[in-house]
């Protein structure tokens, strides 16, 4: 394993040519192969989209690009994007769209859950766009969602990748306090960065966010998440994994950015699978329930792998 203290540069790839100093050319969207996954295709692919768009329901697998949607889908597995396809906040490093936001479907809780039964789903893991449009942000259609979940599916674990409200912590606790397993929130890269990667979040709001449901709710699986190979440091990296865990986090996902288009911000490198080991080491060192990291890492991917260790560890303190 790679060892920056002692001056050691973690196993990297550039993230576009040489030349191309900021990404501009087509060749910067060229993966390594290491990289390179098989598109979801076959006969249970399609039947989970057709559960999906007979129930007019959005992923986040699809309009993320996410590079796990083959295996997810073939394993009859998605994480549901709720209100709307449209965000209001324009994040450098994500395809989601941001256009104004149609009006929330009062239905949507209710084909959710009736989809997540069709798929037999064991763990339900649910996210949203940004509707800093709305007074609440939402808040009270998500925990809609988990309500609506938890009758059509009592014996299910839930799951909710939230917003960061803009701050509004009392639209925080509207969804942390609903019959949920585990409240997820990214932080996404780490403070220096945040300006070109999440221009309309700030960091220690994300943090606020994560610190009040793990100090309210002390039996939450609290859950973040953050890319990397966007430029930050080892170090920065590092810092951020501390103030997760000051900030009562349990499980933590790193993994890679990938650029979905031209439009996006650039990757800078990409991380080889053994450079991951320099923070799940200093992870483990922390004392987080579970680090999950590597290429392929996204904040839902295994998610009830995740919880399954989370709640191991409850059990051995």
């Known amino acids: 394993m790679p060892n920056p203290t002692r001056g050691e540069p973690l196993p990297v790839l550039p993230g576009h040519p040489e030349n191309d100093r900021f990404g501009r050319d087509r060749e910067a969207l060229r993966k390594p192969d290491f990289l390179k996954r098989p598109l979801g295709k076959g006969a249970a692919v399609a039947q989970l989209k057709r559960t999906l768009r007979s129930g007019n ?17 073939s394993h009859g597995t998605a994480t549901f994007m709720v209100m709307g396809r449209d965000c209001t906040r324009a994040c450098g490093f994500c395809a989601v769209g941001t256009a104004k936001p149609a009006a929330l479907d009062a239905d949507e809780p209710a084909r959710v859950a009736e989809a997540a039964a069709e798929m037999g789903l064991s763990h ?146 990409y991380l080889t699978e053994a450079a991951y080991g320099v923070y799940i080491e200093h992870g483990q060192r922390l004392g987080f329930d579970h680090v999950f990291a590597g290429p392929f890492v996204r904040s839902s991917y295994n998610a009830a792998e995740a919880l399954r260790h989370a709640r191991a560890a409850e059990v051995e303190r």
């Open 57 to 73: 329901l959005n992923t986040v697998c699809e309009e993320a690009r996410c590079p796990n949607l083959g295996e997810c889908f």
């Open 124 to 269: 339900v893991v649910v996210t949203s766009v940004n509707r800093d449009d709305l007074p609440d942000g939402g808040a009270a259609h998500l925990r809609a969602v988990l309500e609506a979940l938890r009758a059509r599916l009592p014996g299910a674990t839930l799951e909710m990748l939230t917003p960061d409200f803009c701050g509004d912590l009392d639209a925080v606790r509207v969804v942390a306090t609903g019959p949920l397993d585990v409240f997820n929130h990214n932080v996404e890269t780490v403070p220096r960065l945040y300006s070109r990667v999440r221009p309309k979040a700030r960091y220690e709001r994300s943090l606020s966010v994560l610190r009040t449901v793990a100090t309210e709710l002390p039996g939450m699986v609290v859950k973040s998440g953050l890319m990397v190979g966007l430029g930050e440091t080892v170090d920065e990296v590092k810092a951020l994994l501390d103030d997760l865990r000051a900030n009562g986090v349990r499980v933590v996902t790193i993994g890679q950015y990938l650029r979905p288009s031209l439009v996006q911000v650039p990757v800078v490198q």
